[in-house]
């Protein structure tokens, strides 16, 4: 595989120096076409621990996360701390286009890399560093892993909608809270990038975690002085959203009035064609139905006849009936049912990517976009520690073997 | 006034409701001259929807629609009018970049698709945001963005294993317009580069699937289906949001190593239940969390979730607080001290203070400029975009093109 040379960003080089907190952005770089460079610390990056693993073997190599994470990116192993490694990457950086860097704010000023310093030996050159609360501020070294993350951004599942009789959750697995900080500096990235075409200047992209995910809703507060109470609800009356059927669940909702008769009537049509609807329900009124002006007993009425309707039918099914008939209705997919979408699959949006170390090729999670000049792809595996160095270090950089073998056995590589 | 990268760069906004202005309103704060061409006849759905100020309705008195549409100027066009068509060709042919987010095939269906804009502008960039994208057997289907967090599988995986997924929310309508924006902000290089402009087709559900790509590859090499797990992490205990002093306050705690650990005993005071074998590692954590999370909230209620927060913080172990609207915009000193809710003035809603963006370029920062009232601009960009006369406008009016 070969990198993409008609992506959106194949003319610019990255050096990608981040941990868990910002793998994501340079994935993003990469798979636009950009040159992406990971650097880690001798050894591997901590976040190749990270599992889900291969075949659940947990080997620096193999972990899943760390496939996801670096898609697009080659690989070599520096310490920027020793006099020796923060030389060659300073020559790395001056033939850069980017930086990106997560570590804890005044590190890299501290080993004489800050942007100031970085400006010196390339004027053009763009530092992008992603921390959990930005560069400057009271809480900018506060720690901030995922679970910290999601509390300080308020965002949806620690404020807002769910039942109150448990606590706050974040989405499990995945710290999405980073992977929207890593998509944010790839925002920020490129408006540098933008000013940078007509100026010739990079700049310092300062992204905090805590302000991506920072979705409280503002317009209670900022307009009325109200703050949303958890489990507050929409609806004057219970109203089922998430429905169980055959196999796992669905998202529906029954609405009244002018629009009953795109997304409700359709439905209700389906259920009384096969026959599953009382004469309660055959007889409803859905124009002049609202959650506003019925009962209780009317909602638990209409529910369990849809609901009785759902639990003979599975996600595929529904889907499908709700694509023919136009029905606002979608499944809650799996991972397994992702894998099976039609949509996905038209849209050739699973990308096979070779991984020889393994004698095999995985599938993997492909493409956001299709552009007509430059569809984003993926280029390549995950890089193995230290997999580039060669390419980098003696082909480009011009050291020799014995030094490389020298900067090896001090730990500097 | 300072500079900003996208100076310069014209943008005829078609887009509405969400996930389009909030990826138009990255290029209006980076200085981008951006005009919505909405329509009065159906309005932006956050133009006539709550929450309004005061509880009042109004098409300039909407939270949300203010908040995600700074710095932007808006006409009111009849596109149903073929003059109107015709007036929306003119800003195409003024503009570089052309945006919307109807469902897919809908510019093909107005006639203004990238072919026929091409026609009017070789070099036209135009990104189109729907749900599944311009293609596909699902290509035209309707849906806000909590479906497509159901559809993209981010539900499934949210919420405890006992019962069903919880609530997230629109949640993918905070991924997709970050990869909008990113996408479309390299293509603005791209052209400037290479003279040549193109077809963005961004599908909001190829964006939301991106986040879950590491549980796609242990669905696809191990065959495992990824499940919730409430707030469970494989590497930290205690990990999750713990019960504070107050009505429904939490406070999140993460300990991941053993340094963490015990720097969190000591700030709980060492009580004997922490030197228990059953806690002594990560290992043994884990398999009692079920008490350690009790031992822990029996702790933190007994404190505020700042006290919690604070202290923890202060000791070296990750904690925050769960707040509320209020907490972010008046309580939290940090998000002050980092300016990220910017005051404007409003003709109609007086002062209100909508978010920047969340990257600080330190050269060149966005810069915010309240949203702007319905039609507010449509005599200026009719004269002054469009160079038409005044009884050329008259024309327009009188035939309700624009109103």
Known sequence: MTRNAEGLLSPYRVLDLTDEKGLFCGKIMGDMGADVIKIEKPGGDDARRIGPFYHDEVDPSKSLYWFAMNTSKRGVTLDIEPPEGRSIFKKLAAKADFIIESFPPGYMAELGLGYPDLEKINPGLILVSITPFGQTGPFKDFKGPDMVMWAMGAGPTMRGYDSHDRPPFRISHHPQTYFHAGTEAVVGAMAALNYRGVSGEGQHVDVSIQECVNWAPLGDWDFNRRSRKRGQAVNPLQVTHIWPCQDGFVMWRYTGGPNALRHSVPLARWIVAEGMADDWFKNLDWANFSHYTATQADVDHMEKVTLDFFMTKTKAELMEGAIRNRIMLYPLSTTADLLESPQLEARKFWRDVEHPELGTSIRYPGTWAVNSETTPRISRRAPLVGEHNREIFVEELGLSEEELRTLKQAGVV | ?403
Request: contains cysteine; charged residues 25%; proline residues 6%.
């Open chain 2, 1 to 403: 006034m300072g500079k900003l990268p996208l100076e310069g760069i014209k943008v005829a906004d078609f887009t509405w409701v969400w996930t389009g202005p909030t990826t138009t309103k990255v290029l209006a704060d980076f200085g981008a001259t951006v005009l919505r061409i909405e329509s009065a006849k159906r309005p932006d759905i956050w133009r006539i929807q709550p929450p309004f100020k005061d509880d009042k309705p109004g098409f300039n008195r909407g939270a949300i629609f203010n908040s995600i549409n700074t710095g932007k100027m808006s006409i009111t066009v009849d596109l149903g009018n073929p003059q109107g068509k015709e007036l929306a060709k003119k800003f195409i042919r003024w503009a570089d970049v052309v945006t919307d987010n109807f469902a897919g095939g809908a510019m093909k269906r107005m006639g203004l698709d990238y072919e026929e804009l091409k026609k009017i502008k070789p070099d036209i960039i135009m990104m189109s945001s729907a749900l599944m994208g311009q293609t596909g057997p699902w290509h035209d289907s309707p849906g806000y963005g909590d479906q497509l967090s159901a559809i993209s599988g981010l539900h499934e995986i949210s919420g405890w294993p006992d019962r069903i997924p919880g609530e997230i929310g629109f949640y993918t309508d905070f991924i997709a317009p970050r990869f909008n924006a990113l996408t479309l902000l390299a293509a603005i290089d791209y052209r400037r580069r290479t003279g040549k402009g193109q077809f963005l087709d961004l599908a909001q559900y190829q964006a939301g699937i991106q986040y879950l790509a590491p549980s796609i590859l242990d669905q696809v090499v191990n065959n495992r289906v990824a499940t919730r797990r409430g707030n469970k992490d494989d590497y930290a205990a205690p990990h999750g949001s713990y019960p504070c002093k107050g009505e429904d306050r939490w406070c999140a705690i993460a300990v991941f190593t053993q340094e963490e650990w015990e720097s969190f005993c000591r700030v709980i005071g060492n009580p004997a239940w922490t030197s228990a074998p059953r806690f002594a590692t990560l290992e043994k954590r884990k398999e009692n969390e079920e008490e350690l999370d009790r031992l822990v909230g029996e702790w933190t209620i007994k404190y505020t979730d700042e006290e919690v927060m604070y202290t923890l913080q202060a000791a070296g172990v990750g904690a925050g607080r769960i707040g509320t609207a209020e907490d972010q915009m008046e309580n939290d000193p940090h998000l002050k001290f980092r300016q990220f809710y910017q005051e404007q003035d409003h003709p109609e809603l007086g002062k209100y203070r909508p978010p920047r963006q969340p990257c600080v370029l330190s050269k060149t920062p966005c810069r915010i400029r309240r949203a702007p009232l319905i039609g507010e601009h449509s005599e200026y960009a009719l004269k002054e975009i469009l160079g038409l006369t005044d009884d050329e406008i008259e024309t327009l009016v009188i035939n309700e093109v624009i109103q």
